[in-house]
């Protein structure tokens, strides 16, 4: 395997590799070989740190860092030492590009910083308040979000809102401070506030209902309705068969559970949308590519299932299950 990506031939002789890394590294549902970049990976596990420090994890290391490296400040303003760690110095210097991708639910506002923290859709306002114009009008560079509104009123100066008009976007933000999280969706700009549940969500939401009437015919479950409760009652008496229908269907109802969650997390934090119509199409592509990478024995039932889904059944392996 090794001389393939890097030799010549089997007898380790230099030459052109036979393969793109760029290829190498491609998913395998896309041709490539699935391999992961170091790069990619060093880049994910700094993020989950930078992650365990902003939530404050039970932890030795996170307790450490913020009690002799943070000591009280934003993980975001710190300085970078001169003589700091190498480690530390790398989780440093990628913040610029991790903070768009950092969000904090501001929940009751008293672990959230009013000036730092990624928590309402305009970003965080120090982007656009320096520590200058914050300390002349009163305040802290340490305020949390409760502290710099009073009986639902944003306390900032009313000056601001005609130097920086992008603040008036925050006059609702209040409704939710003292609310539990909810999952629930948004729907264009408003949340429908019907049910937090997870029935709700999967499939009781008019977004949500959408996109299952339109895939649940791929794997005739069209009778069964958009509720949680129905679709738990149909699978469970197939939740052991090995017949490959059920097998479709177990894997429908599973990437239209994550695809939604997904959808409903980028809504809420990111504040980006996709139509019913991008969704129902993700989850059935999803699926397609399951059953791609499955193994299954070559009978009439797999070979008519593959042809609905457009696989070639070049794919079928003799010895599959």
Not at 238 to 264: F, K, M, P, T
Request: proline share 4%; hydrophobic share 40%; glycine share 6%.
């Amino acid at each position: 395997m090794r001389n393939f990506l890097w030799s010549q031939d089997a007898s380790f002789h230099r030459g052109k590799a036979k393969v793109s890394w760029k290829t190498v590294c491609t998913p395998k549902f896309e041709g490539g070989l699935g391999i992961r970049r170091i790069g990619d990976m060093n880049v994910a596990l700094m993020t989950s740190h930078v992650g365990s420090l902003l939530s404050r994890r039970n932890s030795l290391w996170v307790d450490w860092v913020h009690d002799h490296r943070l000591k009280d400040k934003n993980f975001w303003m710190c300085k970078i030492p001169s003589n700091c760690s190498w480690s530390w110095r790398k989780l440093l210097q990628l913040r610029q590009s991790l903070r768009p991708y950092m969000w904090i639910k501001i929940g009751n506002g008293e672990d959230t910083s009013a000036w730092y923290d990624n928590w309402c859709n305009i970003g965080p306002l120090g982007n656009f308040l320096t520590p200058r114009t914050i300390t002349n009008a009163g305040f802290r560079l340490d305020n949390k979000v409760v502290e710099v509104q009073a009986n639902g009123v944003w306390s900032w100066p009313v000056a601001w809102r005609d130097l920086f008009p992008v603040l008036n976007q925050l006059d609702n933000v209040h409704i939710e401070l003292n609310k539990q999280d909810k999952l629930l969706w948004r729907d264009g700009d408003d949340f429908d506030e019907d049910n937090d549940s997870h029935s709700h969500l999967f499939f009781e939401c008019p977004f949500s209902a959408q996109v299952w009437l339109s895939v649940r015919q791929k794997v005739d479950m069209v009778s069964v309705q958009p509720k949680w409760t129905d679709i738990v009652d149909w699978l469970l008496p197939r939740a052991r068969s090995r017949s490959v229908a059920n097998y479709a269907a177990r894997l429908l109802v599973a990437a239209s559970a994550y695809i939604i969650w997904q959808e409903r997390n980028a809504r809420i934090f990111k504040n980006q949308m996709r139509p019913p119509e991008v969704i129902s199409e993700v989850i059935l592509n999803t699926v397609r590519y399951k059953l791609m990478g499955a193994k299954m024995r070559k009978t009439a039932k797999v070979q008519r299932l593959l042809g609905e889904w457009k696989i070639g059944s070049n794919t079928i392996s003799d010895d599959g299950g």
